[in-house]
């Protein structure tokens, strides 16, 4: 494979890698928000959610609030 064939296709690789990133912590967030928000309805507080988490309860809150 010539240099720059693959040059051009460790560059594609990148971006492809980069996207499928993108999209997998999209939805991660997405899924983190739902069930925290799902914890709260049931009862959990704040400092509960985030103590079984392992981040900070006004970091539980940013979430919950789509911050």
């Known amino acids: 494979m010539p240099e720059d ?5 460790a560059a ?3 971006k492809a890698v980069q ?5 997998q912590t999209s939805e991660a967030r997405a899924t983190r928000r739902k ?3 799902e914890a ?6 704040l400092r509960e959610i985030g103590e ?3 981040i900070h309860h006004t970091t539980v809150g940013e979430i919950i609030r789509g911050g």
């Open 5 to 9: 064939a693959k040059r051009q296709a």
């Open 12 to 14: 594609e690789a990148v």
């Open 19 to 23: 996207k499928e990133f993108l999209r």
């Open 35 to 37: 069930v925290f928000k």
């Open 40 to 45: 709260r309805e049931a009862g959990l507080n």
């Open 52 to 54: 079984l988490a392992g």
